[in-house]
């Protein structure tokens, strides 16, 4: 695991934008299992695709009309329970970090995985999240 001084710049970076951070199981069930809402969970990495467009894009994302009303994020290889517990509510996706799980009602229905993210713009995957935000929110 990484030094936690050395990674609380990369949490802050989503939670100075309104992302919840969820470091254990019980925070995770909370608000997963407990909105019926639309909630965007954002699986935080210390990879470069990470600093370089995944945490960049959801600040560009939230600002389209149409986005989740909850925000919530886990940080992979840091937190790894609380990341576990979020995994288990993206049924049928293998783990990915980074990535986004858009959810509704504590289900998943759709998950933006490493492979969309990496080697791309941060716009790029901003434009990727907000078509998700139009079709789910």
């Keep these: ?12 970076e989503l939670t100075k934008i309104g992302c ?9 069930d909370k608000v997963l299992g407990g909105t019926t809402d639309t909630c965007l969970v954002v699986v935080n990495s210390v990879c470069g695709c990470a600093a ?8 560009m994302a939230i600002k389209h009309p149409k986005r989740p009303k909850v925000l919530a994020t886990v ?5 790894r329970e609380a990341t576990e ?3 288990s509510y993206f049924v049928g996706f293998p783990p990915s970090s980074p990535s986004f ?11 933006v995985p490493r492979q969309e993210i990496e ?4 716009e790029q995957i901003a434009a990727t999240l907000t078509a998700v935000f139009e079709k789910h929110c």
């Design 1 to 12: 695991m990484y030094d936690p001084k050395l990674v609380q710049p990369m949490r802050d």
């Design 20 to 28: 919840q951070e969820l470091r254990s199981p019980e925070e995770v």
């Design 52 to 59: 370089g467009g995944a945490r960049p894009a959801v600040g």
């Design 75 to 79: 940080f992979a290889g840091q937190d």
């Design 85 to 87: 517990r979020a995994r």
């Design 101 to 111: 799980a858009l959810l509704k009602g504590g289900k998943i229905v759709h998950l």
């Design 119 to 122: 080697g791309r713009t941060a």
